[in-house]
């Protein structure tokens, strides 16, 4: 289920939602507060309408079991989701990640969403293991990613396997770093607020980590904390 709270009383939601598979991500657009986008445990993303009496939401990726055949979804868990500046359409959109491997954006458009891949992030060690035209990489389990505050068209994206892979939404045949960031499963990303170059990450490897993203050979600052580190902020 997801719960709209209000300030005014926090100990009871003024709104439920509730759907058929559980919600691993929320987010909340900047502009239009009114409109929530979720990513599902079963791979489907979903877009609900505060101002709407309906407790429906008002975009799905995939409303039958029809759908779900379609290549208009996530195949895994959906772990993060978040708007996006409105396209060349001027169009609503946003993007999730997910265990699959697949970065995807989603358009709002009359009542259907329309998706695509914007990258694919594969299993390698390094960028040179992409030249070898007889290797089959595997994807990646997709966790979290950030986009840059400044430049949204430059993103950050953790995995499983603790990598952070820094790519284009522009240029998606190829990344532009592999950064060995942790050595288990990241689980946020943030960009710096006071600083366009440096990001955070935290991890279940019980560490906080932060970068330069043009000098990633090596952590600027590295946080031993005793625990798995869930969540991060500036």
């Not at 926090?10 to 502009?31: A, L, N, Q, R, T």
């Not at 079991?65 to 996006?84: F, G, I, T």
């Not at 891949?117 to 040179?128: F, Y």
Request: glycine share 4%; with cysteine.
């Amino acid at each position: 289920a997801l719960l709209i709270y209000s300030l005014k009383n926090p100990s009871y939601p003024e709104k439920i939602y509730e759907i058929s598979s559980g919600i691993m991500s929320v987010d909340i657009h900047p502009e239009h507060s009114n409109y929530l986008c979720v990513g599902l445990y079963n791979g489907n993303v979903a877009v609900y309408n505060l101002k709407s009496k309906s407790t429906e939401p008002e975009y799905i990726s995939s409303r039958t079991e029809a759908d779900e055949s379609l290549e208009n979804k996530h195949s895994d868990p959906v772990w993060q989701v978040k708007w996006q500046p409105n396209n060349l359409d001027a169009l609503m959109n946003f993007c999730s990640i997910s265990s699959d491997g697949k970065i995807g954006n989603w358009v709002l458009v009359k009542n259907e969403l329309m998706y695509k891949t914007v990258v694919t992030v594969k299993s390698v060690d390094s960028l040179e293991e992409l030249d070898d035209p007889r290797s089959k990489n595997a994807l990646a389990a997709g966790t979290a990613f950030a986009f840059h505050p400044k430049n949204n068209n430059l993103f950050l994206a953790g995995t499983e396997e603790g990598k952070i892979y820094k790519s284009y939404q522009s240029y998606t045949s190829r990344y532009l770093d592999i950064i060995p960031a942790h050595t288990m499963t990241v689980e946020q990303i943030e960009w710096s607020p006071f600083h366009p170059n440096v990001f955070m990450t935290c991890s279940q490897d019980w560490s906080l980590k932060i970068w330069d993203h043009e000098a990633s050979n090596h952590p600027l600052f590295v946080f031993e904390l005793g625990a798995a580190v869930g969540s991060c902020a500036w």
